[in-house]
């Protein structure tokens, strides 16, 4: 994939012509008709549910080039948000597009469905304190003597409810996802999901990255069929392992914001805002890492 020039780091944008209809930890979202909005992600970082003040640069288009690549690779799988338009035909001043460089796209509006679906290969994370604990995540029983980062006989699908603001989704099984959205949407999203697991795996495998988890969301359209929307396969959204410094029973390193969490944790910070500022260095290791992901998953 072509790399475009770096643009300054961008922590929130400011469009003049277009109503901002929401602002989440990283994207910002504009209305742009009654069928269409544009999405921005910007550099903003956050870590333990909290927007830190400095941003990464390059981090917003390096998101959404991934996302976009995956949404292309994966439209045999699964319908997704991409319109039709241009950024051009929607924001019209030209400085205000080179605020958005690289990071924006203009999507359709869809029915948000309120599920976190999330895939795991791999024992990491919560998945792995949920196992340690009760030998099972969401409801899914695993063989018993697996350690941390190993590999799952087959991937699942465990999702999570989606929490308000500033709260921590919530693992569950498949049947509190059945009575949130029903039985058939649920049953399609989990077969989606793995499909898209599956097929990025191997993808992203043979560029000697293992995509250990991943989580999609899901919307409807005006036709009631299940399109993926929001980010897809992103350092963000996913937890991205080097194949050649993976061993199983020790946390691996990742291509995401590692060195920032490790950073924060050695401070006498109590995890709520406001976050303190980052080292130059620090988010220079993180800017890096993002478009080291980029590079290999689009090469």
Do not use: M
């Given at each position: 994939m072509q790399q475009s020039p770096p643009s300054p780091p961008l922590f929130e944008s400011h469009l003049r012509g277009l109503r901002k209809i929401h602002q989440g930890k990283v994207r910002d979202i504009y209305e742009v008709d009654a069928d269409h909005l544009l999405i921005v992600t910007t550099d903003r970082l956050s870590?333990?549910?909290?927007?830190?003040?400095?941003?990464?640069?390059?981090?917003g288009a390096?998101?959404?080039?991934?996302?976009?690549?995956?949404?292309?690779?994966?439209?045999?799988?699964?319908?997704?948000?991409?319109?039709?338009?241009?950024?051009?035909d929607v924001v019209h001043d030209a400085d205000e597009?080179?605020?958005?460089?690289?990071?924006a796209m203009v999507v359709k509006r869809l029915d948000?469905?309120?599920?976190?679906?999330?895939?795991?290969?791999?024992?990491?994370?919560?998945?792995?304190?949920?196992y340690a604990a009760?030998?099972?995540?969401?409801?899914?029983?695993?063989?018993?003597?697996?350690?941390?980062?190993?590999?799952?006989?087959?991937?699942?699908?465990?999702?999570?409810?989606?929490?308000?603001?500033?709260?921590?989704?919530?693992?569950?099984?498949?049947?509190?996802?059945?009575?949130?959205?029903?039985g058939d949407h649920a049953a399609e999203?989990?077969?989606?999901?793995?499909?898209?697991?599956?097929?990025?795996?191997?993808?992203?495998?043979?560029?000697?990255?293992?995509?250990?988890?991943?989580?999609?969301?899901?919307?409807?359209?005006?036709?009631?069929?299940?399109?993926?929307?929001?980010?897809?396969?992103?350092?963000?959204?996913s937890r991205f392992w080097p194949v050649e410094s993976y061993r199983p029973g020790i946390n691996p390193p990742s291509f995401d914001k590692q060195f920032?969490?490790?950073?924060l944790e050695e401070l006498h910070w109590d995890k709520k805002p406001p976050a303190p500022h980052l080292p130059a260095e620090i988010l220079a290791r993180t800017g890096a890492k993002y478009r080291q992901a980029l590079a290999l998953l689009t090469a």
């Open positions: 870590a333990f549910d909290v927007v830190l003040p400095d941003p990464v640069p390059d981090k390096v998101l959404n080039g991934i996302s976009a690549f995956w949404f292309a690779k994966t439209a045999h799988i699964v319908p997704n948000q991409l319109s039709h338009l241009r950024i051009e597009r080179l605020q958005l460089a690289d990071r948000a469905l309120p599920v976190e679906a999330v895939v795991r290969g791999y024992l990491i994370g919560s998945g792995y304190r949920d009760r030998g099972a995540v969401c409801g899914i029983r695993l063989p018993p003597g697996l350690r941390i980062a190993d590999q799952l006989p087959e991937p699942i699908f465990t999702p999570a409810s989606k929490a308000p603001a500033g709260k921590h989704d919530e693992n569950v099984d498949f049947d509190t996802i059945v009575r949130e959205i029903g999203i989990r077969r989606i999901s793995l499909e898209i697991y599956r097929f990025a795996a191997v993808h992203a495998r043979a560029r000697n990255i293992i995509i250990a988890d991943t989580k999609f969301e899901f919307g409807l359209d005006r036709g009631g069929r299940i399109t993926l929307i929001d980010e897809v396969l992103t350092p963000d959204s920032v969490r490790d950073y």
